[in-house]
């Protein structure tokens, strides 16, 4: 569908809050304490796949990028996953969540039980930020527009419905609530001013569209891995 001005089409971006993971019937039965150990644990080792992905996904992004001023911002999202040192970043923390619900970081990082279409899902995240116009891959980021409350609603959940999990492994959340609204301000930012025409709008909405059904995919792969 084709926009006209600025705010129909930011209407439009936010709009895909309707079709964001929040609503996947596994973060329904997560956030409201449904799910055993062994599903939090699928989901966990599963889910570190598309946290490692994310910082070679916005590396092609730069590498794509012409534009000094954007690359010196979105550097940033790389160093936060991967730290500036060993025993930081966003990785890390995702390993010492891995511990925290009883997992062997060793054979998490080993990516050997992570599910065949959940590769295939993160993998395609990564191989459109390589070969799409790098505005497009901004614009796929912007789910993250999303994440807060849905970091907000798992915290809480964690807290009160999983108690056999240490707290200390949520810190990689605690984060998140921070930083995934900076991030998806300036690519927001980014995409209103970059596109313009209704042609780059709909190519805009059309990646965002994508990175739901990615997100969406994972979940499906890991709820059927997982029925209890
Ligand atoms: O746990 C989640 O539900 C969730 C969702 C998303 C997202 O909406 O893409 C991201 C993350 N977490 C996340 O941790 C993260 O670092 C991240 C980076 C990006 C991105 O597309 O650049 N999305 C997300």
Redesign the pocket.
């Known amino acids: 569908m084709t926009v006209a001005g600025t705010d129909a089409f930011v209407d439009e971006l936010r709009a895909h809050s309707r079709r ?3 609503q996947h019937p596994f973060h329904a039965r997560m956030n409201s304490g449904q799910l055993g150990a062994r599903q939090i644990r699928g989901w966990v080792i599963n ?1 570190y796949y ?2 490692v992905a ?1 910082p070679r ?2 590396a092609a992004i730069l590498s794509n990028c012409p534009d000094r001023e954007v690359r010196r911002r979105w550097i940033r ?1 790389i160093t936060d ?1 991967d730290g500036t040192a060993p025993g930081e970043g ?1 990785i890390e923390a995702w390993l010492r969540l891995a511990e925290s619900v009883g997992l062997d970081r060793r054979e998490v990082e080993q990516e050997r039980q992570v599910l065949p279409a959940v590769r295939f899902a993160v993998d395609a ?1 990564v191989e459109f930020a390589r070969s799409k116009p790098w505005v497009e891959a901004v614009a ?2 912007l ?2 527009l ?2 807060p409350d ?2 907000a609603r ?1 915290l809480a959940a964690f807290e009160r419905h999983y108690p056999w999990i240490d707290g200390a492994g949520l810190a ?2 605690r984060e ?1 609530l921070d930083r ?1 609204p900076r ?1 998806a301000e300036h690519a927001l930012e980014l995409v209103v001013d970059r596109c313009r025409t209704a042609e780059q709008q709909d190519r805009a909405l059309a990646a965002l569209s994508f ?1 739901c059904d990615v ?1 969406w995919s994972v979940l499906d792969a890991i709820d059927r891995a997982h029925p209890d």
């Open positions: 964001y993971h929040d889910r598309y946290q994310i996904k916005d999202r996953h966003g995240y796929s980021s789910t993250e999303f994440a849905l970091m798992r990689y959340f998140r995934a991030d990175k997100l």
